[in-house]
């Protein structure tokens, strides 16, 4: 950054929410976006005085930023009791290497058997059977620490080791790719062709250069546009977004499924759970998963 300012943005708020409103910060232009004085070691959170930093260019126009989210928490904060304190605090900072304030808040995380995630800057000799994906420190949201991300890694997992003869030859959907994190890891598990998609150019910017650092761009193809442009049917279509968005488009999720693929999806409060399966017509429910407040559903089309 070249600026000799840039703009501080600090807000309080609960372990519970802190990822969510980092992916929204960063989604609406941050420059980074790092949970606070919440410290993960091997993927557990501990906080004391939680809350996100978040930097953006000095041209930035951030009263526009803050309405939406000001709006989005107030969302967070109907599904979330323990985020019953919001603040926002605003301020000028002189340029400095910003970057390295990153580091003491992220390390290695073991997000499923075979997938651990490490920031660029540390060393972690991986096991046995262990993949190993690279994220860069700045990119804080979609590390892989969120439940939600667990639980499809282990859902992918599962239907690989049940089609260990045939997984080279499984394609897959990522709606609403984000960082490229649930992408990549489908790739390091065996998948040879995925195509991720997001509405939003700077998420899939940012999957791009983590694609690339992982060395998997020869399996993953991207594309910035929503559902209704997919063409096309795959072995497993994902998609780890909101409830509401996933009932919005069920429809076209169910159609990109191929006849005997499968269709995992997370991001779903578990009160949200049941409008999600209703919503979801003519797939069968073969399981769910739970972690906390959150529920990852997989269904089989037959």
Known sequence: MTDKKYYEVKIKCSTSVAE???????TA???GAVEENIFINNGEKTATDPGITAY???????AGIKAGLDDYAAQLMKHFPDFDEYAVIEK???NENWREGYKKYFSVIKVSPRIVVKPDYEEYAPTEGEHVIIINPQMAFGIGNHPTTKMCVDYIDEILSGRR???KAVNMLDAGTGSGILAIASAKLGIKEIYGFDIDDIAVE???ENIAKNGVA???TLGCHGIDEVTGQYDIVLA???ANILIDISEQLTKAVKPGGELILSGILDEQKGDVIAAFTGVKLVSSKSEGEWVALRFAVV
């Not at 969510?20 to 960063?26: E, G, I, P, R, T």
């Open 20 to 26: 969510a409103l980092c992916a929204f910060l960063v």
């Open 206 to 208: 940012t999957a791009e």
């Open 240 to 242: 780890n977004i909101l």
């Open 29 to 31: 232009g941050a420059l």
């Open 165 to 167: 003869d045939t997984a």
């Open 56 to 62: 953006f260019a000095s041209k930035t126009d951030f």
């Open 218 to 220: 020869n399996a993953i």
């Open 92 to 94: 000028w900072r002189e």
